[in-house]
Nanobody
Framework: QVPLVESGGGPVQEGGSLRLSCPAS???????MAWFRQAPGKEREGVATIDSDGSTSYDDSVKGRFTISRDYAKNTVYLQMNSLKPEDTAMYYCAARSPCPFWVAYAREWDYHYWGQGTQVTVSS
């Protein structure tokens, strides 16, 4: 597999939007993908997951504001982030696991096999 490389991060004002992208070239259809984030001094936390059939799950802190999606033709996973808050400031990481287990909605960071280097999101008030 090609290494995961996130893009789309940057500075944004509170209430603004960003879309993160994570091309997953070479990963099979059965791969499930996720976005994690880690703020300074905090543990890495799961933000959203999407399984091979497109089923999604979200952390409560982002429900209704973030949307994870995947374009099977481009083999790319996205994280649309709306109504951003300063507490969303973090390094955001794309992660992949193949094959995708039925319990992926409960998967933790150690359950994922492949990781990107991260893209910084900074939300100012």
């Amino acid at each position: 597999q090609v290494p995961l490389v996130e893009s789309g991060g940057g500075p944004v004002q509170e209430g603004g939007s960003l879309r993160l992208s994570c091309p997953a070239s070479g990963y099979p259809y059965s791969t499930c993908m996720a976005w994690f984030r880690q703020a300074p001094g905090k543990e890495r936390e799961g933000v959203a997951t999407i399984d091979s059939d497109g089923s999604t799950s979200y952390d409560d802190s982002v429900k209704g504001r973030f949307t994870i999606s995947r374009d099977y033709a481009k083999n790319t996973v996205y994280l649309q982030m709306n109504s951003l808050k300063p507490e969303d400031t973090a390094m955001y990481y794309c992660a992949a696991r193949s094959p995708c287990p039925f319990w992926v909605a409960y998967a933790r960071e150690w359950d994922y096999h492949y990781w990107g280097q991260g893209t910084q999101v900074t939300v100012s008030s």
